[in-house]
């Protein structure tokens, strides 16, 4: 009995120990796993940025391949049309002499001819060999220019398209020098243009205008005589109305626009208009007596 409860409690304490070490194990794993994790999105972009780059430099030797096959085939195209355009005449030409030529022979080589056709014929065929000849000369000369202008532009570096049409060049030049010459005029125009005076902010009202100030500044009055009119009379303060009546519509107009954007300031500028007091009524100046009147009552009173 207490064997075999010995031998259950190690069985237990062993596999209490083995569950141990495999929680630890996979606490290391976890924490290792984490580790590399925090280091694989780096190691990830590396690996990318290094694919992407091969990738590219693949891609772009296979485009420039194809597209000197592509060039390749259409300057091998170009070149066959062009010699079969040079030659064409020249190879009728030459097939109709080898023709010829033939029939001449054949023509001598029969029995029955006499000898002025004979020596006919044989002129005739020295001819045809001549201008076979030269033929033959031109059409060599003809293909040797060919190949010299097709090395010429397999050797020549690709110019723009400046270089192969001087045309162009010509009028983009025009097209440029016009632009220039708007574009001085354009600033002549905008630098004589008479400045526009700075608006005044919406928000604030525009100024008061000036009052018709009587001249009351105290100055001496000129000696009167008596050929001379009378004193113009003053203006009265009701000359005054139309421009208080205007100055009162610019304030209202202001106040009105100012109550959209800042209702408080508006509201502030009312109730200060309507606490503020009313300016007293001018006071008529006094008018000067002339000094002869001075002097009148003067003698008058010597007199007496």
């Known amino acids: 009995m ?11 304490s062993a596999e209490t120990v083995l569950l141990k070490n495999i929680a630890e194990k996979l606490e290391s794993l976890e924490s290792q796993r984490e580790r590399l994790g925090e280091v694989d999105w780096k190691q990830e972009l590396e690996n990318y940025k290094q694919n992407e780059e091969e990738r590219r430099q693949e891609d772009r030797l296979y485009f420039q ?16 049309q062009e010699r079969q355009a040079m030659l064409r005449q020249d190879s009728v030409r030459l097939q109709t002499l080898n023709e010829e030529i033939q029939n001449l022979k054949s023509f001598l080589g029969a029995d029955n001819i006499s000898e002025s056709e004979m020596a006919e014929a044989q002129n005739t065929v020295q001819e045809k060999l001549v201008e076979k000849n030269s033929l033959d000369a031109q059409i060599e000369e003809k293909l040797a220019m060919l190949d010299q202008v097709q090395a010429e532009l397999d050797t020549t570096p690709r110019a723009g398209i400046m270089s192969t049409n001087p045309g162009l060049v010509i009028i983009l030049s025009i ?50 005589t008596q050929n001379q009119q009378p004193a113009a009379p003053q203006p009265s303060p009701s ?46 100046a006094p008018v000067a007596e002339p000094e002869e009147d001075e002097g009148k009552g003067k003698k008058k009173r010597k007199k007496k």
């Open 175 to 224: 097209l440029g020098a016009l632009v220039l010459i708007l574009g001085i005029i354009l600033i002549v125009m905008l630098m004589n243009r008479p400045k526009q005076p700075n608006l005044p902010p919406w928000m604030m009202y525009p100024p008061r205008r000036p009052k018709k100030k009587a001249n009351t500044n105290g100055s001496p009055q000129p000696v009167m």
């Open 2 to 12: 207490t064997a075999s409860f010995r031998e259950r409690r190690d069985e237990k």
């Open 239 to 284: 000359e005054d109305i139309p421009v208080l009546q205007s100055e009162v519509n610019d304030m209202k107009q202001a106040v009105v626009s100012m109550s959209v954007g800042q209702p408080q300031a508006a509201n502030k500028i009312v109730k200060d208009w309507i606490l503020e007091e009313a300016p007293p009524e001018p006071e008529p």
């Open 65 to 80: 391949s194809q597209l000197a096959e592509l060039e390749s085939s259409a300057r091998d195209q170009s070149y066959n």
